[in-house]
């Protein structure tokens, strides 16, 4: 039986801007991700990486050429559409963008309620097992504020991952920790989202971390090279 893959893009550029501002970013991208794979890319600053990162997540329109994830075409989506198919996805950014009003468990608990999909009352319960899951059953109840940047990551990490979902998109996870807490917060992904048969890409320029993936791409100038050459560390 195949599979259909996780993530398969065709001829997919975009731009920013119109007229003579007309900026061209990412230019005939082809790239097919198999359902629970570990992709790295890695590039140059301004090169285009975050900007396929948020197209892939719906987190804006893709404009020309196909983009399926998970099967669904997101060319041409309708606003309505890419908000669904932005729920299926789980995210972590370099910095953690937890709520600094809410503890720990109240943050996790936002990732299931913007999910949906779970019933309200299972809520402080899936929250609660994936912080003991990432090592913080002890601060549940902790603000942000009295965490550590690997802590707060964990959070992080928690919280897109409580809702199951069957891609995580992660851009520069590691950026703001130190290597023995970027090194932890990084395992952590790959053990959940392994459990979970999760599909995830990371956009990072940590080299330390490089080992984690299944295959590395590179992006320079807004096209992807084309030897992805598979890890084999
Ligand atoms: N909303 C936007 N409007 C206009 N230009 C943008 C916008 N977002 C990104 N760009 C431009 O698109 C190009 C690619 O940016 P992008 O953030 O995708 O690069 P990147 O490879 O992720 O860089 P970095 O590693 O520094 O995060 C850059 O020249 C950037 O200035």
Redesign the pocket.
Known sequence: MTSLPAISIQGLSHS??QGELR?Q?LANINLEIRVGEIVIMT??????????LSLIGGLRATQVGSLKVQGQELCGASPLELVTARRRNGYIFQAHNLHGSLTALQNVRMGLEVHGQYPKAEWNLRARDILTEVGLGERIAYYPQDLSGGQKQRVAIARALVSRPQILLADEPTAALDSHSGRDVVNLMQKLAQEQGCTILI?T?DNRILDVADRIIH?EDGQLSQNQALVTV
């Open positions: 920013f801007g900026k970013v590039g140059p600053s301004g090169s285009g990486k975050t900007t396929l956009v320029h992006m």
